[in-house]
């Protein structure tokens, strides 16, 4: 791309930069607060991450090393595409490997790896008002949330409980910040929703079209709301990961065949990866199951294809740190 | 009954524009007292109940509300999360359709509940039982605590938006024609569950209607409304016996009878 005219770096023109710093800043000294932002298009539909594109955009530089992850995997479209968007219009260094990134932009996962201070998390929200379903008016939320007036959040765990016997809600799991916001985690499943609770690393939340920004501060109080007789409880699963046999972590069911052969494997495909390339490493020691190396064994009926059936793309190998 | 009154309204007009929605009324009411506001359509009446449950503000004049406290408010001063404080425990607002003051979508238990979980219950087991203990009071079968109001009768619907604006055991209730719109019969068992309530609970309340008859059950004491002004106001029973305001007379007179 050296005879066409180049983008700005990363993408967005500096004063539109800017102008979401602006608010990111504002969302960091106000946690769990919703910031409007004048949110642009991007060369993506609604739904694939503007807002998420946006933040990373404005907060990447060129030492950053970024991770993008979809559901978990570094390996869907999702998670492909922006990194390549961000490879091209930024030049920046991409990785897989949680630890080494300084930037992971998310859609519905935080992963497995223990994040650490310094690293920033991006997630991709599709709809920032955790009061949206129960109050359609904009106004009335906004309103709400001044006011502190969060009654209804728990209307609607209380019908959970009268429908399911149980608080049935598994992802956008409401929570509170520090005492005052309630605030929408994106529909990552509430299995992550503790691991927000006093991270060291900062958490921003980018919504495109909603034109909304809102951030956790690192090591900032993020509680998930419940009910005295009903806490607030994780999933769990019955059977360890099939590929790498970690306990503990969350898990997705991936069909195998049109005869009812499903297997349930980590929704991290880097961590599950890491597992499997070195399962011996003191690395797992105490999280994530420790004894699931010496579960490999244990391999399920079904035979397990490889993780990824298309060949490297172009460039992945570059990406390795 | 204690000496002092619960509201105290003073002067209250409010104008659309230099159209006139109420001018110049001037009332207290005390606990446990049911005051009717009664006139024809588009006389202020609502206009009126509007302002006193902070819904609207008035152009001017002043209200007043003696708190649990026994402190006394101007309504008009305090900060909208003090009023809508007010709004959800210490006062009950029923609407004429009940769909304007339930929702719709969330089962029976949790309308009742949704007060409680406001000012701060978070025991799933105490907000159903109290629940389940107001469905009971209102006629309404606990088995259909599940059930979404969208699938209520209409007397149902107004039994339980009455149930969700008393569970937080308010002191002021006010009613815009809860009885509009339900046929008769379900209107006397409505009107004779009001008074029980109104009576056990010690509650005060005002009641808006264009209806006499209620009026005649629910209130002790009655305002006339006709073109935003009060034209006459007293005992219910000396009202509507002896009316003497002209308007109230052929008010009075144009009721029909069976």
């Not at chain 1, 930069?17 to 298009?41: C, D, H, N, T, W």
């Not at chain 1, 739904?47 to 060129?62: E, M, Y």
């Not at chain 1, 799991?173 to 929703?193: A, H, I, L, Q, W």
Request: charged residues 25%.
């Amino acid at each position: 791309m050296t005879d066409i005219a180049t983008y700005n770096f990363a993408y967005l023109d500096e004063q539109t930069k800017r102008m979401i710093r602006r608010a990111i800043l504002k969302g960091i000294a106000i946690p769990g607060y919703q910031v409007p932002f004048a949110s642009r298009e991007m060369p993506m539909p609604y739904g694939w991450g503007t807002g998420g594109v946006q933040v990373t955009a404005s907060i990447i530089g060129p030492d950053d090393v970024l991770k993008v992850i979809d559901q978990g995997a570094d390996d869907t479209t999702n998670a492909v595409s922006i990194r390549a968007f961000f490879r091209k219009v930024a030049n920046v260094a991409v990785t897989t490997d949680t630890a080494s990134a300084t930037i992971i932009q998310t859609r519905h996962r935080i992963p497995e790896h223990p994040l650490a201070a310094g690293q920033v998390l991006v997630f991709q929200v599709p709809i920032p008002e955790p009061l949206r379903f129960l109050e359609p008016r904009e106004t009335e939320t906004r309103k709400m949330h001044a006011l502190e007036e969060y009654g209804l959040m728990h209307v609607k765990l209380y019908e959970d409980i009268a429908r399911h016997g149980r608080i049935a809600t598994t992802y956008a799991y409401p929570v509170k910040v520090e005492g005052r916001y309630v605030m929408d985690p994106s529909p990552t499943p509430k299995f992550d929703n503790p691991k927000m609770h006093r991270s060291p690393a900062l958490q921003l939340f980018g919504a495109g079209r909603e034109k909304r920004i809102y951030a956790l501060p690192p090591f900032t109080d993020v509680v998930s709301l419940d009910f005295e007789d009903h806490p607030f409880e994780v999933q769990t699963f019955d059977q360890p990961c099939a590929l790498c046999g970690a306990e503990n972590v969350y898990l997705d069911e991936v069909i195998l065949d049109d005869h009812g052969g499903h297997m349930f494997v980590c929704s991290d495909t880097d961590h599950c990866e890491k597992r499997r390339a070195d399962p011996a490493s003191p690395l797992w020691e105490g999280r994530a199951g420790g004894a699931g190396a010496g579960d490999q064994a244990a391999t399920p009926a079904t035979p397990i294809p490889a993780l990824r059936a298309d060949p490297p793309h172009e460039g992945e190998g570059k990406e390795a740190q | 009954m204690t000496d002092e009154p619960l509201l105290r309204v003073s002067a209250l007009s409010k104008f659309y524009g230099s159209r006139v929605g109420c001018e110049n009324i001037t009332f207290d009411l005390w606990p446990g007292e049911v005051l009717a506001i009664v006139g024809e359509s588009g006389s202020g009446k609502t206009t009126l109940l509007n302002c006193l449950s902070t819904r609207l503000l008035p152009s001017s004049g002043t209200a007043s509300y003696r708190m649990r406290d026994g402190q006394w408010r101007e309504l008009y001063r305090m900060s909208e999360a003090e009023r809508r404080f007010l709004m959800r425990t210490d006062w009950g607002f029923v609407h004429q359709n009940p769909a304007d003051g339930l929702r719709m979508t969330v089962s029976a238990g949790a309308n009742v509940g949704e007060r409680l979980m406001a000012v701060g219950d978070r025991h799933y087991g105490n907000i159903r039982a109290t629940a389940v203990d107001w469905l009971s009071r209102v006629e309404i079968d606990e088995d259909r605590i599940d059930d979404e109001p969208r699938s209520f009768s209409g007397g149902m619907r107004q039994r339980l938006q009455i149930a969700r604006n008393l569970v937080t055991g308010p002191r002021l209730v006010f009613m815009d024609e809860p009885t509009g719109g339900l046929d008769v019969s379900v209107q006397a068992r409505l009107l004779d569950l009001l008074r029980g309530l109104v009576t056990d609970l010690g509650l005060a309340a005002i009641v808006v209607t264009h209806d006499l008859a209620v009026a005649r059950l629910l209130s002790q004491r009655m305002m006339v409304m006709k073109d935003g002004h009060v034209v006459e106001s007293g005992l219910t029973d000396r009202v509507l016996d002896d009316p003497r305001a002209p308007y109230t007379q052929l008010l009075v007179s144009s009721i029909l009878q069976v």
